[in-house]
């Protein structure tokens, strides 16, 4: 066989074998891409769902409930209100 041949074939035996390891990596980046885009998905998810538990907590109907029950707290009669105002004065 001549000396170009062999090199030739050489060459394309090398090709051949990057080739078929590129893929390979390729397949398994692919995967790995695959599973973290699904873990992003989930977590999404799951902050949706505690998005919308934080407002059902944060709604002022239950923090005045459980100011009433827990702190015996309670809104104040007309007589016991009182409103300040204060005014920007330019002068300290």
């Known amino acids: 066989m001549p000396r ?7 060459a394309v ?12 990596e390729s397949r398994l980046l692919f995967a790995k891409l695959q599973a973290h885009q699904a873990e992003r998905d989930a977590l999404n998810v799951e902050w949706g769902k ?14 005045e409930e ?4 827990r702190l015996n707290m ?4 007309s007589a ?3 409103v300040v105002r204060i ?3 330019a002068t300290p």
């Not at 170009?4 to 050489?10: D, E, H, I, S, Y």
């Not at 035996?13 to 390979?24: D, K, L, P």
């Open 87 to 89: 005014t920007r004065d």
């Open 50 to 63: 505690l998005m919308l538990e934080e407002g059902a907590w944060s709604q002022h109907r239950r923090v």
């Open 80 to 82: 016991h209100v009182r």
């Open 74 to 77: 309670n809104t104040p009669d």
């Open 13 to 24: 035996t090398a090709v051949s074998i990057a080739v078929v390891y590129t893929r390979q």
């Open 4 to 10: 170009g041949l062999m090199v030739l074939l050489a």
């Open 66 to 69: 459980m100011a009433r029950q």
